[in-house]
């Protein structure tokens, strides 16, 4: 995987059978490389751990990932081997794993054990995930939305390095801007609280928490042999630490592109743009229940905005109808500018208008890329996935590179608009009770 | 528009400026076309309408659809022109409109204003849309997932038939199963949830209620002049009737599937599979949460589950974890021959488990469906379409051919698994209360 990845440094094989692996020296034990070594990657049977483990640190190693399986997630035996490993650590080398698929760090050239065609390039987000699974269907459907990564870090059973201990070091990386997790047990409640209350001061933490239902508490259970914990502690825990709550892996995609692509903004005004009359209804209901303000237009903006809409089947309302799914671009380029330019609201949604998904060399394109330019403002698309027909497929190619093309200028692309306006809710809710807790005074 | 999408009995174009449109001779009069005419198809402006549906029904024309806006939804002149029609309508000709797309009726070869690309084939689904919009945004979404149409109508503003006649008319449709609907405003609300209910007993209706917010609410009343109602008496609606209420036209269309794939079950007991630790455990949250039943498995069927499985990152429980999203097409078929034949699930929901994503003549595809059709249990796949890379739009190619195979084979599938599992608790739902309503004691 390393190989493959294209790791730049120096790289050992270690293995008693074989003299050479893919073209690379290989020696029979750790003790047997002639060079100093920074980091080691055990994949060995359980049993065999411990003593690799030893063989590391006797070689001065100053870390390990241990991806081997079988350990407290299975078996007393597992559990009394993990220990094991933990002693050794105390001694003096780090321990990521065991049950894990490692660390993706695309600054320093190494990827998870799956992870061969995650994206090189680096970028302000990082995850922990006690799962492997997780750690690397998350970077790649993210990777999918343009979002980048500064590490990746799939912990498993966390017998020495645990989620306190990534989220203390996170906190201080300069690459890392928003931390996201996948969190099932956590060995130190207290500290854990501590850190999301003090870090969600100066970066977002998103988390995504498994095992909070009693299905789910069961298969926490035999996944990382960890405790789910009760929903009502969890909820208090989000509550007070203002760290964000997110329920499935989806949510936790949308609203890191969210906090991507969003600064903080007071009191937002929303404005939605749709074409036809139950998408733009649909598009307030969605909006109010997730609690982003639609202003209503005044009469001078809706005067401003009748010449540009329709003369029937539209409106100058907020939400904007727009007539049509697939409506001329200077009508949109007039009732953006008109609405941004009145500052009755601050962000616009596109709601599935269907022609901005033509092409980044369309003029609907260019449209929207002008006016977010310009004015400076977020602008927020939606364009959905779901014409799924096998004989679509053309049509889903030119909508992917317009994505990729709206995500290239700043402009965050959500699959659904309700996917959209909870992750835009989550944003702002995160942003004003931080404000809130900075202005409380000092209890010293 | 007819003649695209192939209508074989014969059309008179009206007109009186042209001699001949699209190659048929065309009459500047409904008057002077010489054989008798069923429906009409009115596009005029809203000032001439209500003449020509005057000289409609001299004609002896029996319906017509008003496709023209301009009517009730934007002044009080339209509001006079609309009541006009609808005089003209009780002298003994029935309309579909003003304000909509028409009638989508694959059977007689006619379909809405823009659906020239809707399927040919009937099927036993029904849509009614005070929409044009979700008139034709709904079927098309809803084909690419197998979905078929008895008949979609938009009718707009209603000035004459009503949802409440087209809902009765779809009761007695032998040709739907199933209803749909996306409703803004109620004409007779009592009449409205009296047929609610009655239709609930034999037919579901699932239903998008657009405007019960105080956004939504004002957007109703641009676009179709409704009132929106208020959520609390909806709710109500809702509960008491055993209408089926969805939130978007996603979760409408993911309702329909689950409605039309799979028959009622009481007391559904589910069996989710997933390939990972994390998968399974936020699997078993969603189902939770939603208040689908994942049974524990007993000694026994853990017993025969472990040898099927590998030993270490995976879970003989329930989600049984199968170790990695792309196992070995015989683990899965294992693992689902032990859980169905043990008795203790009886529900089936394959958690994107990616390799079955690899074709339709793929071994994995060729387990699934082998084990619908031995064993007669439903079987649930969630297929994601979230890995969307430019780069894989032939894999998102081969994963729609693979969709379709499954949905030729009666096996529905969803975009995630929190909408399959929303939509499995609706179907339940509606089925036990149906059990509980038709088992009370005759009131008279």
């Keep these: 995987m390393l190989l493959s990845f294209g790791y730049a440094g120096k790289t050992y094989p270690v293995n008693p059978h074989e003299s050479e692996i893919h073209g690379l020296k290989t020696y029979p034990r750790v003790g047997d490389i002639p060079e100093p070594v920074d980091f080691a990657t055990i994949s060995v049977p359980a049993q065999a751990v411990p003593e690799v483990v030893e063989e590391c640190l006797a070689k001065g190693v100053k870390a390990a990932q241990i991806l081997t399986a079988g350990f407290r997630e299975i078996s007393e035996e597992g559990e009394r081997l993990e220990r094991q490993v933990a002693r050794t650590a105390a001694k003096g080398i780090r321990i990521i794993g065991p049950n894990c698929f490692g660390v993706y760090c695309p600054g320093g050239g190494v990827t998870i054990l799956p992870g061969s065609y995650l994206p090189k390039e680096s970028g302000p987000v990082a995850f922990i995930s006690q799962s492997g699974g997780y750690a690397i269907r998350v970077p790649r ?27 203390e070091y996170l906190s201080e990386d300069e690459e890392t801007r928003i931390i996201t997790g996948y969190i099932e047990g956590v060995k130190d409640g207290p500290r854990f609280f501590k850190l999301l209350q003090e870090i969600s001061k100066t970066k977002p933490v998103i988390l995504l928490k498994g095992g909070l239902t009693r ?57 939605a743009v749709g074409g036809g009359g139950a998408i733009t209804v649909t598009a307030a209901d969605i909006c109010d229940r997730v609690g982003l303000s639609l202003p209503l237009f005044s009469d001078e903006l809706q005067k401003r905005l009748l010449p540009i809409i329709p003369r029937v089947g539209a409106s100058a309302r907020n939400p904007v109808d727009v007539g049509s799914p697939g409506p001329p671009p200077s009508m949109l380029r007039g009732v953006m500018e008109a ?32 006016i977010k330019q310009r004015f400076g403002n977020p602008i927020v698309m939606v364009l959905p996935v779901e014409a799924i027909d096998t004989d679509n497929i053309e049509r889903e190619d030119t909508r992917r590179k317009t994505r990729d093309y709206y995500l290239s200028q700043g402009i ?27 202005s409380l005074p000092d209890p010293a």
Excluded at 231 to 253: M, T, Y
Excluded at 413 to 435: E, G, H, K, M
Aim: hydrophobic share 40%; net charge negative; glycine share 6%.
């Design 412 to 438: 965050p692309v959500f699959l659904t608009l309700a996917r959209a306006a909870r992750a835009i809710a989550n944003l702002d809710s995160y942003y004003q009770r931080r404000d809130a807790i900075s």
């Design 339 to 370: 609405v941004l330019s009145d500052g009755s609201a601050d962000t616009i949604i596109i709601d599935e208008i269907e022609s901005a998904a033509t092409g980044p060399q369309s003029e609907m394109a260019q449209v929207l890329v002008d």
């Design 215 to 271: 299905s789910g508490a069961i298969a926490v259970n035999s996944h990382t042999g960890s405790l789910g914990g009760q929903e009502e502690v969890w909820d208090a825990v989000f509550k007070q630490s203002n760290a964000i709550r997110v329920n499935d892996h989806e949510e936790l995609v949308d609203n890191t592109l969210a906090f991507l692509h969003l600064a903080p903004q007071r009191e937002r005004q929303v404005c």
């Design 141 to 167: 459907r993210a990777s999918g939305l343009g979002i980048r990564f500064s590490k990746v870090i799939s912990y498993g059973n966390a017998c020495d390095i645990n989620e306190c201990d990534l989220l």
